[in-house]
Structures are given as structure tokens and as C-alpha cells.
């Protein structure tokens, strides 16, 4: 281990990212202790105190064939550190790139050479000091957009990681163009001069792959997945093996990591939670007695599989297939699991709305892996299954025997799998008690606060939009007037509005006179909240529309979602239209479900509470 700082270190050295590391993933946070850190120091006779950056670990590597023409200066994969060394770097690139002179008595071109890169002889390749690897999605990005190389064709999408380059680099921009020259020759003898490393070569000190846990407490905390890696390269490097194996090993962990990276974060703007990554993972893997894992107890029981005394737990020991059956494994479900959260199947967004637990993901994850199983169908049958268990005052399953049913198929075992068929088979024939529904909905409509009725049913939005998609079947259309990607979006409005009396005096004040005392403010609830009086409304209509009109409402649903423009074909609406509407959706309801038998009277009943309001409210 030797101390050196920024000048030293870039002295006769080329430094690669490799595959397998996370992506640049400093944030404003990071950024600024960085900032204060450098504003700090203090300068004393003419020197600057040191400042003790953090550890750079280190691992030689051969002269890339892309940059052979490289020559008395190693290259040098980071291993660890390379978080606070791309930032300083960025930092460096935009302090010396911003004025067309140097720094310390060095002209900028010098500077650039010593510090950012070398170009070949003919000046068309650069080489810089601090690069991704050839193979890295980000590597374009770093050139065209960080080292502002507009040569690079940039191909590939924006992720969190570029994101957050992007933002390091606006960082210190701005910092640096909001003082003056003097104080910036001082950031440059600071950052080059005054930051301190400690260098440490892996090739020689085996043991240092503790890394991640001597590690100085600045920088972005590591997640349970990093230093899971950290540790499974110790330990494979421990292992009774020739050293081919162990190598390969080692590739095969850096591979791995470098796939389960790139899978979490390719959606930028959702990227998903590595630790709950790997607690689904494990909870397939694993078969804990356990049905789920939390993310604490996962990183609980990682380690224990993943330790020189595994033993002590219960545990298997520690053996290379032990390391690379898991590590592929895990490798394999990192993009499915993307999939799974990421995906462009309505089937799939159709159980995520009903179940988005870590129990149903991780039942997704074990389809999609399973590349003999006919995966459409299956997902629709979980859905009718899901829909069926949202039916108010049904509950044929309880949904974490999905947990179950997930390890059965991850196991790969025929026996098993057919059972798990043969299950869901039986749950989509389950019939539903009428009885115990039409209860459910008449509690609905008594309920003391909130909402009342069909607006109270939790799951009502996601009915009105399957109902949305045999409107557009009935209608012959082609084209979505309301995607499910707009299910947060969408609201569900009353036709006739909660606040009639501004409007709609004339509709509903015929139906409450001709009712006792006693009901007419439970007869206007039971009307307003009836299926058939619900609708959803697309691009957030709900505050403008309101209490408004019969004929603006009209007008306003021509041209909008299916159940607007169905609606919006009728003259009038009043209790005719409403019940009518809502038998439709009810028929509707009954061949969704498959098992649900309703006669007219139990229609009734559903609709509108009781015979009284029956009475009164049905044409």
C-alpha cells in the first residue's frame, strides 16, 4: 500500500472501469462533501495539508488492442474506487478544459496530456486517462457528452448512470465558473496536489478484496449486492483450486455483476432496488422456510450461505460450483426480473395492478424463466384468478400461496409443476358465492364515511377499464382511447355529480320527493354511486368536468375513453340510462368471471341496495 496523490497517480498510468462495476452513481449528496472536503484544506508555507481520500484498489491488466499505440505507461483496471476517482476526474476535465490557459506555469495542452489524454500520432484517437471498457453501453456517452468528443457517435439510451455523469459534470461547471482564475489555480493544486490516496494492488495482496469493508465512510454507502460480490471474489480466491479455475471464477463473478447492473438500471427513469433484487432472488434460490424474504433478513442470510464457516448456519460450505451455480443463476434472473417490472405485456400490467407484491414478482420471474411453459396463457388465467379474489366479499385464495407456487416452478420439477397447473386450473373454475358478493356490495352502500357503494369498491377503476377494452372490441375500434400505462392517471368520475343540486336538480329531485323522509338522502347516494353511474375519465377531466351540465359533460365525453364515448351517445341521462349502463357492465362482469351466476333480481339488488330503492330507482 503507498500514498499518492493525483499527480502521482496519473503519472504512467491508464485506468478502466470494467463491466462488472456499478454505474457512476454520485448524486448531489457525494458531490458536495467532495466540494467542502476540497474548500477545507488549508495551506500552510506554501504547501497544502493532505487530505486522505479513500482507498484505490487496483488490479493490472495487458494494454487494450484499441490502444496499443500507448506506450511506458501500465493500464489498471479499478477495482474499488471508482466512484470518487471518476468524480475527481470530471472535476479535472472541467477545470483545466474551461480557460484556454493552464494552471502552475503548464500550458493547457500539457495539462490535458498529463492529466486527461494522450491522442495518437495522427490525432484522430485519444486515449483518456480514466475510461470505461471498450464493451461498457456508457462508454459513448462518457466521450460525446462528459469529454465533449463530438467524433463519438452516441448510439445508446440515457440510464440513471449517465444521468448522474451528466449531473457531476453540471456540478463543478458551475462551481468553477463562478469564481475566478486565482481560485481556480488553487481547486487545481487542491485536487492535484492535496488529495491523498491509498494505492493498493490486488495481484499482490490477495486479502484486500475486504475492500468494501475498510472503506472510508465518505463516498455513496454500498449496497448488500456489492459487497456480496466483494465477498464471493474473497472467497473464491480462497478456495483449494488451481489457479485456472479460480480465475475463471472470478471472470465469471465480474460477468455476472456487469449483467445484473446493467438489467436493474436500464430504465432510468424506474430503476429498480438492488437489494430487493436480491431478496426475490434468494427467496426462489434459497427455498427458506420463510415464504418471502424482507431485504435485512436477505442480506442475513447471504451471508451466512456465503462465509468461511457456513457450516455454523446450517449451511453448505463453500465450494466453487457452491459460487458459480449461484452467481449464473442470479446472472439469468436480473434481466427476467427487469422484464417483470419493466414490461411491455398487458397481461403482466394487468396482475400488477392487482398484485404488485414481491410474492407475485417473484411467481413473474419464475414464468418467464421457464421457456417451456406457454406464458400467455398462464398469465391470464392468474389474472382472472386475481380479479375474481378483488370481487367484493370474495376471497377464494389468499395470494401468498403465489410465493409457493413460484419455488415450485423454479425447481424445475414436472411432478410439481403439473400440480401447480392443476391448481390454477381450479381456482379460475371456483365458483363464486352470488349471495356473499350481493352482501358485500349492500355493506358498500351503508358505510358511515368515505365512499359509498361502487365507488368504494378498491378495484372498481381497474373493472371500468377492462370494460374500456370491450367497448373498444363492441365498437370494432383498433386503437386505445386509454392505455393502462395511464392507470395512475385516470380518474373515475360520477356522471351525475356527488353535487347535484347545482346541475342536476331536474333528474334528481323528481326521484326524492316521490320517496319517505326517511330515505331520500340515501336514495340520491344509492343513485350516484350505481355502477352504471360510474365512469373513468382520461387526461385528468375530473376538476374541469365536476358539476357540470348533462350537455357539457356530453360534449366533453365524445371524445374521450370508450366508456366516455358510450356514454356520451345517449339524449338524456337519468335513471334509465343509469340502469341500463350498469345491467351491461353487471353481463359484462359475469362473463369476465366465468363463475359468477346472477338472475335479474340479484342484478337488482346489486345495483341498487334493496327493494325500496329498487322501486324507486329502476325504470
Known amino acids: 500500500m503507498q500514498a499518492q496523490n493525483l499527480t502521482e497517480l496519473f503519472s504512467n498510468r491508464f485506468f478502466k472501469i470494467p463491466d462488472y462495476q456499478r454505474g457512476y452513481a454520485w448524486s448531489e449528496k457525494q458531490l458536495s462533501?467532495?466540494?467542502?472536503?476540497?474548500?477545507?484544506?488549508?495551506?500552510?508555507?506554501?504547501?497544502?495539508?493532505?487530505?486522505?481520500?479513500?482507498?484505490?484498489?487496483?488490479?493490472?491488466?495487458?494494454?487494450?488492442?484499441?490502444?496499443?499505440?500507448?506506450?511506458?505507461?501500465?493500464?489498471?483496471?479499478?477495482?474499488?474506487?471508482?466512484?470518487?476517482?471518476?468524480?475527481?476526474?470530471?472535476?479535472?476535465?472541467?477545470?483545466?478544459t474551461m480557460d484556454d490557459e493552464g494552471y502552475q506555469e503548464s500550458s493547457k495542452e500539457q495539462l490535458i496530456r498529463d492529466y486527461l489524454y494522450r491522442k495518437n500520432k495522427?490525432?484522430?484517437?485519444?486515449?483518456?486517462?480514466?475510461?470505461?471498457?471498450?464493451?461498457?453501453?456508457?462508454?459513448?456517452?462518457?466521450?460525446?457528452?462528459?469529454?465533449?468528443d463530438n467524433n463519438v457517435i452516441l448510439d445508446n439510451k440515457e440510464n440513471l448512470y449517465t444521468?448522474?455523469?451528466?449531473?457531476?459534470?453540471?456540478?463543478?461547471?458551475?462551481?468553477?465558473?463562478?469564481?475566478?482564475?486565482?481560485?481556480?489555480?488553487?481547486?487545481?493544486?487542491?485536487?492535484?496536489?492535496?488529495l491523498l490516496f491509498d494505492i493498493r494492488n490486488i495481484e499482490k495482496d490477495l486479502d484486500v478484496q475486504v475492500v468494501f469493508?475498510?472503506?472510508?465512510?465518505?463516498?455513496?454507502?454500498l449496497t448488500v449486492l456489492e459487497k456480496l460480490k466483494n465477498r464471493l471474489i474473497y472467497l473464491g480466491e480462497k478456495l483449494d483450486s488451481p489457479i485456472e479455475d479460480k480465475k475463471k471464477l472470478r471472470d465469471n463473478i465480474n460477468k455476472s455483476w456487469g449483467i445484473i447492473y446493467s438489467s436493474l438500471a436500464e430504465n432510468k427513469d424506474k430503476v429498480l432496488d438492488e437489494d430487493e433484487f436480491l431478496s426475490a432472488h434468494l427467496s426462489l434460490y434459497r427455498k427458506p422456510e420463510e415464504y418471502v424474504f424482507s431485504e435485512k433478513k436477505a442480506e442475513e442470510k447471504v451471508f451466512q450461505m456465503f462465509c468461511n464457516k457456513a457450516s455454523e448456519y446450517g449451511e453448505e460450505e463453500v465450494s466453487y460450483n457452491k459460487i458459480n451455480d449461484y452467481i449464473l443463476d442470479l446472472a439469468v434472473a436480473a434481466p427476467n426480473w427487469f422484464k417483470v417490472n419493466n414490461t411491455e405485456e398487458n397481461s403482466i400490467k394487468k396482475i400488477l395492478i392487482l398484485n404488485s407484491t414481491k410474492e407475485i414478482k417473484i411467481f413473474l420471474l419464475s414464468l418467464?424463466?421457464?421457456?417451456?411453459?406457454?406464458?400467455?396463457?398462464?398469465?391470464?388465467?392468474?389474472?382472472?384468478i386475481l380479479f375474481k379474489n378483488k370481487l367484493p366479499g370474495i376471497n377464494i385464495l389468499d395470494e401468498r400461496v403465489f410465493s409457493n407456487w413460484a419455488r415450485d416452478l423454479y425447481e424445475k420439477n414436472n411432478d410439481k409443476k403439473e400440480k401447480l397447473f392443476a391448481d390454477i386450473n381450479k381456482y379460475v373454475d371456483t365458483p363464486i358465492s352470488s349471495d356473499s358478493f350481493i352482501i358485500a356490495i349492500q355493506n358498500m352502500y351503508t358505510y358511515e364515511r368515505g365512499n359509498k357503494g361502487f365507488h368504494r369498491w378498491v378495484y372498481l377503476k381497474y373493472f371500468l377499464f377492462e370494460y374500456e377494452n370491450y367497448l373498444k372490441l363492441k365498437y370494432l375500434e383498433i386503437n386505445d382511447n386509454v392505455k393502462l400505462?395511464?392507470?395512475?392517471?385516470?380518474?373515475?368520475?360520477?356522471?351525475?355529480?356527488?353535487?347535484?343540486?347545482?346541475?342536476?336538480?331536474?333528474?334528481?329531485?323528481?326521484?326524492?320527493?316521490?320517496?319517505?323522509q326517511n330515505y331520500k338522502d340515501q336514495l340520491s347516494k344509492v343513485l350516484l354511486n350505481t355502477l352504471g353511474n360510474l365512469t373513468i375519465l382520461k387526461?385528468?377531466?375530473?376538476?374541469?368536468?365536476?358539476?357540470?351540465?348533462?350537455?357539457?359533460?356530453?360534449?366533453?365525453?365524445?371524445?374521450?375513453?370508450?366508456?366516455?364515448?358510450?356514454?356520451?351517445?345517449?339524449?338524456?341521462?337519468?335513471?334509465?340510462?343509469?340502469?341500463?349502463?350498469?345491467?351491461?357492465?353487471?353481463?359484462?362482469?359475469?362473463?369476465?368471471?366465468?363463475?359468477?351466476?346472477?338472475?335479474?333480481?340479484?342484478?337488482?339488488?346489486?345495483?341498487?341496495?334493496?327493494?325500496?330503492?329498487i322501486d324507486k330507482l329502476k325504470p
Open 33 to 96: 462533501e467532495l466540494w467542502e472536503d476540497l474548500n477545507e484544506i488549508q495551506e500552510e508555507n506554501g504547501v497544502f495539508k493532505h487530505h486522505y481520500a479513500g482507498a484505490i484498489f487496483l488490479e493490472k491488466i495487458n494494454t487494450p488492442e484499441n490502444e496499443f499505440w500507448i506506450t511506458g505507461s501500465g493500464f489498471f483496471n479499478i477495482v474499488d474506487g471508482q466512484q470518487r476517482l471518476t468524480t475527481v476526474y470530471i472535476a479535472l476535465y472541467e477545470l483545466i
Open 122 to 148: 495522427s490525432g484522430e484517437s485519444k486515449a483518456y486517462k480514466i475510461d470505461y471498457e471498450i464493451t461498457s453501453k456508457n462508454r459513448e456517452y462518457l466521450h460525446n457528452k462528459i469529454f465533449n
Open 163 to 194: 444521468n448522474n455523469l451528466w449531473f457531476s459534470k453540471s456540478f463543478f461547471r458551475e462551481k468553477f465558473s463562478s469564481t475566478n482564475k486565482i481560485n481556480r489555480e488553487i481547486l487545481f493544486r487542491k485536487i492535484t496536489e492535496a
Open 213 to 221: 469493508e475498510t472503506m472510508n465512510n465518505r463516498g455513496k454507502p
Open 368 to 384: 418467464l424463466k421457464d421457456d417451456e411453459i406457454e406464458h400467455k396463457s398462464i398469465f391470464e388465467k392468474v389474472e382472472k
Open 485 to 516: 400505462d395511464d392507470y395512475d392517471s385516470t380518474t373515475i368520475e360520477h356522471i351525475i355529480p356527488q353535487e347535484w343540486s347545482l346541475n342536476w336538480r331536474g333528474i334528481v329531485d323528481p326521484l326524492i320527493i316521490q320517496a319517505d
Open 539 to 613: 387526461d385528468g377531466k375530473n376538476s374541469s368536468l365536476g358539476n357540470k351540465s348533462w350537455q357539457i359533460k356530453k360534449e366533453r365525453f365524445s371524445v374521450g375513453s370508450y366508456n366516455e364515448i358510450d356514454i356520451s351517445k345517449n339524449l338524456n341521462w337519468s335513471k334509465n340510462e343509469i340502469f341500463c349502463r350498469g345491467t351491461e357492465m353487471l353481463n359484462f362482469l359475469i362473463k369476465k368471471v366465468d363463475c359468477l351466476k346472477l338472475s335479474d333480481d340479484q342484478k337488482d339488488k346489486i345495483l341498487y341496495f334493496d327493494d325500496y330503492f
